[in-house]
């Protein structure tokens, strides 16, 4: 999206002038992205130096955890969001999708009983998905 963004306003204001659109588009592109991830990298790179020291004093591990904890809770919360949405796409008085709880389950039990990778079953859900949608209308 940020790189989208960077692209169509360097686009529309003709940065580079009128014959270098599609080059300006790719120079606002780059530029966008680089200074939005800029200062994560930052971040990482000049703190995780001061982190790493703090390793065994108590004093900066328990807020730590308290942070680690809260951070758990907000990925659970987004992960219940998110199975709502799709088992139930019309809310709870709507129907509910068995379909898509089937291929959930395939994918964890694919993940975890035969260790298969994140990617191809990403692809083999979206896959099946779509064969799914097809078939049925």
Do not use: D, K
Request: with cysteine.
């Amino acid at each position: 999206v940020v790189a989208f963004v960077g692209f169509v306003g360097a686009w529309t204001q003709a940065a580079l002038g009128p014959e270098a659109l599609a080059l300006a588009g790719c120079a606002g592109a780059v530029i966008a992205t680089f200074f939005t991830f800029l200062p994560s990298f930052l971040f990482i790179l000049l703190g995780g130096p001061l982190v790493e020291s703090t390793h065994g004093n108590l004093q900066f591990t328990a807020p730590l955890t308290g942070i680690t904890a809260a951070v758990v809770g907000v990925i659970l919360n987004l992960a219940v969001f998110f199975a709502w949405h799709v088992f139930w796409p019309e809310g709870f008085s709507g129907r509910f999708e068995w379909f898509s709880v089937l291929v959930g389950l395939a994918a964890i039990i694919a993940l975890w009983r035969y260790r298969a990778g994140m990617i191809p079953v990403i692809l083999a859900c979206g896959a099946a998905g779509l064969i799914f949608r097809l078939i049925a209308g």
